[in-house]
T-cell receptor
Framework: SAVISQKPSRDICQRGTSLTIQCQVDSQVTMMFWYRQQPGQSLTLIATANQGSEATYESGFVIDKFPISRPNLTFSTLTVSNMSPEDSSIYLC???????????FGQGTRLTVV | KQEVTQIPAALSVPEGENLVLNCSFTDSAIYNLQWFRQDPGKGLTSLLLIQSSQREQTSGRLNASLDKSSGRSTLYIAASQPGDSATYLCAVKGYGGATNKLIFGTGTLLAVQP
């Protein structure tokens, strides 16, 4: 298994501001993944964070809105910029572990934008 | 494009009942399939991982099966308990170097009544 510490666990933010979410993994991983789960919806991948290179964003997500840092092999941050109420979601980081590439997730960050 | 569907969307059962959750996917070229549990507002907990070459996996009261050719997986929960109440998500992982993301189903919200 993997121990993934994500913070903050929840936050209420004013529109127009930015929030940075942190994800710390208990051992080194090549890729870290950031997902969004909108209310009542399933999870959608935002981007893949690689150490030493730019993050790879999925269709519909852009770096200006969701800048990602990956300073080392155990840590990543996702920033939600210039927030609007539509950004209210649960944001989750994830890693793949082992030869079977089992996915593990952090506890999630529940964001409410008012 | 891979699409994953889960039926039913919601299920309510009395305590002690055995139940089956269903997951369907449109593209049978999967690397693995994983079942998760999500408590309200929280992250995901991995329950079972089935490789594409496997037919089933078991953990305690849980048994997951995979029929890749028909694009189906089932999660069987024996002797359900109120603590099993949660949303259950299935996700498939495809092949390919850049295709490390998981495609998630829509989820089944399970309520086990005491």
């Amino acid at each position: 298994s993997a121990v993934i510490s994500q913070k903050p666990s929840r936050d209420i933010c004013q529109r127009g501001t930015s929030l940075t979410i942190q994800c710390q993994v208990d051992s080194q991983v090549t890729m870290m993944f950031w997902y969004r789960q909108q209310p009542g919806q399933s999870l959608t991948l935002i981007a893949t964070a690689n150490q030493g290179s730019e993050a790879t964003y999925e269709s519909g997500f852009v770096i200006d809105k969701f800048p990602i840092s990956r300073p080392n092999l155990t840590f990543s941050t996702l920033t939600v910029s210039n927030m609007s109420p539509e950004d209210s979601s649960i944001y989750l980081c994830s890693v793949l572990r082992g030869a079977n590439t089992e996915a593990f997730f952090g506890q999630g960050t529940r964001l409410t934008v008012v | 494009k891979q699409e994953v569907t889960q039926i039913p969307a919601a299920l309510s059962v009395p305590e002690g009942e055995n139940l089956v959750l269903n997951c369907s996917f449109t593209d049978s070229a999967i690397y693995n399939l994983q079942w998760f549990r999500q408590d309200p507002g929280k992250g995901l907990t991995s329950l079972l991982l089935i490789q594409s070459s496997q037919r089933e996996q078991t953990s305690g009261r849980l048994n997951a099966s995979l029929d890749k050719s028909s694009g189906r997986s089932t999660l069987y929960i024996a002797a359900s308990q109120p603590g099993d109440s949660a949303t259950y998500l299935c996700a498939v992982k495809g092949y390919g170097g850049a295709t490390n993301k998981l495609i998630f189903g829509t989820g089944t919200l399970l309520a086990v009544q005491p």
